[in-house]
């Protein structure tokens, strides 16, 4: 086999786009540090962009292929596998957060990303369902592994999103009672930002560590498992790239550890170019209106979530609607409930309007797919509605919320 044909199969990628890519990120980081000192002009930013997104979303495949590897390595199930993939898809985001905590001290752009990245995820919720649905031309069945194994972490997020939202009216009432202007006195506390992320890892917890539970997954999803890779397998024979993979499908320990190394120190580049992109774009100054800081917040958001984009419509019109709505709903759960509580542990987060009225509609969204769940079924019309749910809370979040005191 030719280096660059081999070089496909192992990097997913073509020899050429790997090559243009690294061009251009060396060029782009030479011109930024080295030409211009950090002085950014308009086609320096566009530059910046996309060479951020990039970085977003192709070393997030990378460090998704090397956490599937290495949890075969350590005998996780395929289900398992998959939520950890699924939060390094999630990382951009949460880089993207923290940059603008700690070196920009800018706590409401962090928070509003990361919510509407969970915001463009329940999207491509929808778009997944209705892309499915179209090519059966009809009804689609809900994935198992939503129904048995996501259920109980939707139904807790739909009680404890619900309870947070509630908590936050019931201070800006105590605000109206004593007489407050402003409403930034209405915070997140440590406790409920802590319980938020809490419930999320202690649910990774307990499907990692309960064998049982573990174990019983890999025995009943083998059968599928075995039937969807084995053309792969044969392909794999056929091309002799057995320097590359080991047995079972899985990855050698170096091949694994260079795509976990080059995906998470790409995520984090990608995320340090698009804050810093987005920032020069409009910069965060005293004068800033609530206008401005939100057209970041959703350029970052949606910026933050391409991988998951990508991977949800790419599996949808591919058939593999487990994949692609099983991303878009890790996305929404680990936006709301993981990133979102540990940046209220991290920080002081105002409960802004928006804030409030984002996690009502995701507790929405998570009833609509709890409703499907019951049923057995999505449609194409749930598919427009969770689209439509979400487009209206993102017009009132430019036609009033923008308007509010921060």
């Given at each position: 086999m030719s280096f660059i044909k081999k070089f496909k199969t192992t990097f997913h990628i073509t020899f050429w786009e790997a090559l243009i890519a690294l061009i251009a990120i060396a060029t782009f980081f030479i011109l930024e540090y080295v030409v211009f000192h950090g002085e950014y002009h308009l086609w320096l930013i566009i530059m910046g962009?996309?060479?951020?997104?990039?970085?977003?979303?192709?070393?997030?495949?990378?460090?998704?292929?090397?956490?599937?590897?290495?949890?075969?390595?350590?005998?996780?199930?395929e289900y398992v596998a998959g939520i950890l993939s699924s939060l390094a898809s999630n990382l951009p985001e949460a880089v993207i957060a923290i940059i603008l905590i700690v070196k920009y001290n800018d706590t409401l752009t962090a928070v509003v990303t990361v919510l509407s990245a969970a915001g463009f995820n329940t999207i491509i919720l929808g778009i997944a369902i209705i892309i499915a649905t179209i090519k059966k031309k009809g009804s689609i069945a809900v994935p198992e592994d939503l129904k048995k194994k996501e259920a109980p972490i939707i139904r807790w997020a739909i009680v404890v999103l619900a309870m947070t939202v509630i908590f936050g009216f019931s201070q800006y009432f105590h605000i109206l009672e004593i007489g407050t202007e402003s409403l930034a006195t209405a915070v997140l506390t440590?406790?409920?930002?802590?319980?938020?992320?809490?419930?999320?890892?202690?649910?990774?917890?307990?499907?990692?560590?309960?064998?049982?539970?573990?174990?019983?997954?890999?025995?009943?999803?083998?059968?599928?498992?075995?039937?969807?890779?084995?053309?792969?397998?044969?392909?794999?024979?056929?091309?002799?790239?057995?320097?590359?993979h080991g047995t079972n499908g899985k990855l050698s320990i170096p091949i694994t550890l260079l795509f976990l190394i080059l995906g998470f120190v790409g995520i984090f580049f990608g995320g340090h170019t698009l804050t810093e992109s987005v920032q020069q774009l409009i910069p965060i100054t005293e004068g800033r209106t609530n206008s401005e800081i939100i057209i970041?917040?959703?350029?970052?958001?949606?910026?933050?979530?391409?991988?998951?984009?990508?991977?949800?419509?790419?599996?949808?019109?591919?058939?593999?609607?487990?994949v692609g709505i099983g991303n878009a709903m890790g996305g929404i759960l680990q936006s709301s409930l993981l990133i979102f509580g540990i940046l209220g542990v991290i920080t002081v987060v105002a409960l802004h309007p928006f804030i409030l009225l984002q996690l009502s509609a995701i507790a929405a969204v998570l009833w609509f797919v709890k409703r499907c769940i019951q049923d057995g079924k999505f449609d194409t019309f749930e598919g427009i509605m969770i689209i439509l749910l979400q487009v209206i809370v993102f017009i009132i979040l430019f036609e009033d919320i923008a308007l509010f005191p921060i």
């Open positions: 962009f996309v060479v951020g997104i990039w970085l977003a979303f192709r070393p997030s495949e990378w460090a998704v292929i090397g956490l599937n590897s290495g949890a075969k390595y350590v005998g996780l199930s440590i406790p409920i930002a802590a319980m938020l992320a809490g419930s999320y890892v202690f649910y990774l917890i307990y499907i990692i560590v309960v064998k049982d539970n573990n174990k019983k997954m890999s025995i009943e999803d083998k059968e599928d498992i075995e039937q969807t890779l084995s053309p792969v397998k044969e392909e794999v024979e056929n091309e002799e790239i057995a320097l590359d970041s917040a959703l350029i970052l958001g949606a910026s933050g979530a391409v991988p998951e984009h990508g991977i949800a419509i790419i599996s949808a019109a591919k058939d593999e609607i487990e």
